[in-house]
């Protein structure tokens, strides 16, 4: 399993739900993208290799994933802008409401979509509206347009109930939007099943596809006739090769196509899916919370979990494959962890996250990331000079 990925020399990665590693199969399907479609086969590939619907086939790629029948997933472009298309297609789907639902805590991305889209059209069209995550059941009534929720928080790591909440906001005549950044290859998801609307979601994070890869795009088949997205763009056109001067939307999930599709990210995107093959996501998610399990243990046998505050529930329900921990050093210690080989992540003010990303981790590193963790504490490591400055705009 392992040797699917490229792995540094002694390092441990506990960063997989920020940046996944490399799959080997990415490298060489880059390099004969690079090399044979594009250096050899030039403009024919659009056709040859039918880069034109990649977008598409690697859509219907990522839909087995997200328990999703083909024709509703497309690769494309950033969460950010896909967000702005399907908030701006629920919102006409319910005229009449304007409030965009999120919660407090939400990835700042998202909720800037809808400031952008409110400040475009105005707070009659569109106004958001914010709650804390346990006062969103209580929230969601008649006035609410859309429901707009991150399944796993960035922050916390807490899974909320997409089933639910989507039963929720139709109960009350509102549609769901869903990001998916913490969920897509890391635990098994039914947005068929659970009947959600529109979600979103990246692959670079636990698909591994590289860093900005396209993100995905699913609209829900029973708003194919109706839905509209306001970037009216040439690949998203009914026949793009027509050249027509005025816009008509391609039919189904094609019409949330904008510009020309980045290839060589696309083909990334493919090569990384197949790391997936053969594994089934609810183990993959059992691994990864065995994993996290065996992590949080660790840090009470070496002493250490007093010093910490845990934020992630340990409910094997409520959360991903990440686990949280607040610390007032936090900054400190994640530079101390990185020195020593051991890769996690720092969000402000004050957290430490971990990921667990059984396709490419094992349980004998995660035993040695705890044993590094308890060092750098029992000894205060994180005090040190090196540790306690700032560097780099990125955490
Ligand atoms: C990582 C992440 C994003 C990033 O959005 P991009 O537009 O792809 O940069 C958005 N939402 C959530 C919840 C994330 O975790």
Redesign the pocket.
């Known amino acids: 399993m392992t040797s699917q990925f490229f792995k540094p020399n002694g390092m441990i990665y506990l960063d997989g ?2 940046l996944g590693m490399l799959p080997n199969a990415v490298a060489e399907r880059v390099n004969n993208v690079v090399q044979q479609q594009w250096g050899n086969d030039l403009i024919n590939s659009w056709n040859q290799h039918d880069w034109i619907n990649l977008p598409l086939t690697v859509g219907d790629k990522i839909a087995r994933l997200l328990g999703a029948a083909p024709g509703q997933v497309v690769c494309c ?7 702005f298309k399907v908030l701006s297609a629920a919102l006409q789907l319910r005229e009449g409401r304007n409030t965009v639902l999120s919660t407090a805590d ?5 909720l800037y979509m809808v400031q952008g889209l409110q400040q475009l059209v105005g707070e009659q069209q569109c106004q958001l509206k914010l709650v804390a995550e346990q006062q969103l059941v209580d929230a969601i009534d008649e006035t609410t347009a859309v429901v707009l929720v ?1 399944e ?3 922050r916390s790591g807490q899974r909320l109930d997409l089933a639910t909440l989507s039963q929720l906001a139709h109960q009350h005549g509102a549609l769901i939007i869903a ?4 969920s897509a290859g890391a635990m098994a998801i039914e947005l068929d099943h659970w009947q959600v609307d529109f979600a ?3 692959t ?2 636990y698909l591994n596809a590289g860093p ?1 890869a396209p ?1 995905f795009v699913y609209v829900a088949k029973r708003h194919h006739d109706q839905f509209r997205q306001p970037l009216y763009g040439w690949m998203g056109h009914a026949n793009a090769f027509e050249f027509a001067a005025e816009y008509r939307p391609a039919a189904g999930i094609r019409a949330l196509l904008t510009g020309t599709p980045s290839i060589i990210a696309l083909a990334a995107v493919d090569a990384a899916l197949t790391a997936f093959d053969g594994h089934d996501l609810a183990q993959l998610h059992q691994q990864a919370l065995d994993l996290a399990d065996q992590f949080d243990n660790a840090l009470q046998q070496h002493d250490i979990a007093g010093q910490f505050q845990r934020l992630t529930p340990l409910t094997r329900q409520q959360r991903g494959c990440q686990l949280s921990y607040a610390h007032p050093q936090a900054y400190a210690i994640c530079q101390a962890l990185i020195a020593a080989g051991v890769i996690a992540d720092f969000r402000a003010p004050n957290y430490l996250r971990f990921g667990f990303t059984p396709l490419y981790l094992s349980a004998v590193e995660v035993e040695q990331a705890a044993q590094k963790l308890a060092e750098i504490i029992h000894h205060k490591r994180y005090l040190a000079a090196e540790f306690q400055q700032r560097r780099g705009t990125v955490t």
């Open positions: 739900n920020s472009d950033s969460i950010s802008l896909n967000l939400n990835f700042p991305t998202d991150t796993v928080n960035f990001d998916l950044a913490h979103v979601g990246c670079y994070k900005g993100g």
